[in-house]
């Protein structure tokens, strides 16, 4: 079952998204990826080629594209939390190029190390949150 929630503010969250099932996916992806952070969650018109992205400064906040199905914003969510989580544990770090384990990296966004591990455990979130007895 998932603990309490974490500290966390929505902003433009589109009506297809009740706010039960964004708080229980909040709950589960920071209990899955073992992290306590402060979370703004915001919905924006995006790029078209853009599902979304994290800022991780003073504050945490997730930018998700609001024209995603359901599915696919819970998705977007979980991927942008390994993101987050990638820079709590301190295995991603934020510059130009970015630290990855403390080296840099510039690479095409498809060999990016934490964009590999992202869509990886966006993945395994997304079948354990919609099949939570089978874990």
Not at 51 to 72: A, N, P, Q, R
Not at 84 to 96: D, I, K, N
């Amino acid at each position: 079952m998932y603990t309490e929630l974490m500290i966390y503010e929505v902003f433009n969250q589109p009506k297809k998204l009740e706010t039960a099932l964004l708080d229980r996916a909040v709950s589960f992806a920071a209990n899955y990826l073992q992290i306590d952070v402060d979370l703004i969650v915001e919905f924006k018109r995006l790029k078209q080629c853009q599902f979304g992205f994290c800022d991780y400064d003073d504050e945490v906040t997730l930018t998700i594209s609001k024209s995603l199905s359901t599915s696919d914003l819970i998705r977007t969510l979980f991927h942008e939390m390994v993101h987050v989580s990638q820079y709590f544990h301190g295995r991603l770090e934020q510059g130009s190029p970015q630290l990855w384990y403390g080296v840099a990296v510039d690479d095409d966004y498809e060999n990016l190390p934490w964009e590999i591990e992202a869509f990886d455990l966006e993945q395994k979130m997304m079948d354990a949150f919609q099949h939570p007895n089978n874990c």
